[in-house]
């Protein structure tokens, strides 16, 4: 059981972001918003072209928090995000989230800042999570 | 006024929109496949049960996607370039499960004619009526 887990301690994950991840997600989710998945109607918008689901990037922070637990040998999982999405993710791109242990919420639950960059160094989202370990 | 403050006012105070999914062992699986994610309590049922689940639980992550898709019939009312969502806060409250339906519910509570941005109290319930999911989401209108 991990009492205490180091504050500072970090996850991340790098993973190019392609059109099939982001018609699988809409598909998975509902999510057929157009800037998401009609390309006409996305060159007309100031993205120029389709890009990701916010909600999406939601994933790749808890694909960073469970790695984050893995490499603390604890057992857990998210149970809130609070964030923005400050850039637009598009089809091709390298987004690297990286999250940090920041304080110990007691009964388990420890609060992680969030940063999401693409590969060109662009902040795409920033906010926290709360994981629960189990 | 401003035309972007105009195309916001097709979401009045109190618009409330849902959609509702059957979340499939599928699903978890394609989303975990998309996203990366390689938590045991998400994909192996064994360490789900010595955890102390009932078994693998759907990604709380995946519960904000349901949430996306009612952001997207939100937003599908404003006129285009339409808007994208800006901001989550969302915290989940009990796990769920595969196979259970999710409802995902929003309603306008607020806006910032300034800023472009129209604000939403968000909640999700399983079939049975139970809480899942709640907290307040942000579109920015373009």
């Known amino acids: ?134 | 006024m401003e035309e972007r403050a105009q195309r916001m006012e097709v979401l009045p105070m109190g618009h409330r929109e849902q959609h509702t999914k059957t979340i499939t062992q599928a699903d978890v699986a394609n989303f975990l496949t998309i996203s990366g994610d390689l938590n045991p309590l998400y994909l192996n049922q064994v360490a789900a049960q010595q955890a102390g689940e009932p078994g693998m639980v759907v990604p709380s992550a995946l519960l904000v996607g349901i949430v996306s898709a009612v952001m997207a019939k939100m937003t599908a009312h404003v006129p285009p370039p339409g808007g994208v969502s800006y901001r989550y806060a969302l915290t989940a409250l009990k796990s769920v499960l595969p196979g259970e339906t999710v409802t995902a519910t929003l309603e306008v509570i607020g806006k910032d004619v300034l800023r472009h941005e129209i604000y939403f109290d968000a909640t999700c319930y399983t079939a049975n009526g139970e809480k899942v999911m709640t907290g307040q989401t942000t579109l920015k209108v373009l």
């Open chain 1, 1 to 134: 059981m991990a009492e205490a887990l180091a504050t500072g301690s970090k996850g991340q994950f790098t993973k190019t972001v392609t059109e099939s991840d982001v018609n699988l997600f809409a598909g998975i989710t509902g999510d057929f918003y157009d800037v998401h998945v009609n390309e006409e109607f996305a060159r007309k918008t100031k993205f120029g072209g389709r890009i990701a689901h916010g909600a999406y990037s939601v994933g790749l922070v808890s694909a960073a928090v469970s790695r984050w637990l893995a490499g603390t040998g604890a057992t857990g999982y998210p149970v809130s995000y609070d964030v923005k999405f400050t850039g637009p993710i598009k089809l091709g791109d390298t987004v690297t989230t990286e999250v940090m242990a920041e304080e110990a919420l007691g009964q388990g639950r420890y609060r992680l800042s969030v940063n999401c960059v693409n590969q060109a160094g662009v902040k795409i989202l920033k906010g926290e999570t709360v994981a629960q370990v189990l």
